[in-house]
Nanobody, 120 residues
């Protein structure tokens, strides 16, 4: 089993910055893709950014160069640096990971979510 522990959410004014962290722990052979999703109230969950184990990144169009995803593979941790935050960035942010277990099979895992609230 794999656990994803997120931290770093909170309340910030528009234009401010936050850094989210997500640390993976448990029993696994390797971590493949790690990503951040978000879900605003009344909306569907959507991809924010993802990063492969090889370092390839993808961002949602709405990020527009404001967010940066990074990983520390030695710590099994993924980060999301969010700058120039907007009110519409308010959402619960979820960490996501694809991990290969000792069996050789890959599984998807979700964190519990961390609230990000941007005030005007």
């Amino acid at each position: 089993q794999v656990q994803l522990a997120e931290s770093g959410g909170g309340l910030v004014q528009a234009g401010g910055s936050l850094r989210l962290s997500c640390a993976a722990s448990g029993s696994f052979r390797s971590i493949n893709t790690m990503a951040w999703y978000r879900q605003a109230s009344g909306k569907q969950r959507e991809l924010v950014a993802r990063m492969t184990s090889g370092g390839t990144t993808n961002y949602a169009d709405f990020v527009q160069g404001r967010f940066t995803i990074s990983r520390d593979n030695a710590k099994n941790t993924v980060y999301l640096q969010m700058n120039s935050l907007k009110v519409e960035d308010t959402a619960v942010y979820y960490c996501f990971a694809v991990c290969t277990g000792v069996s050789g099979y890959s599984y998807q895992y979700w964190g519990q979510g961390t609230q990000v609230t941007v005030s005007s």
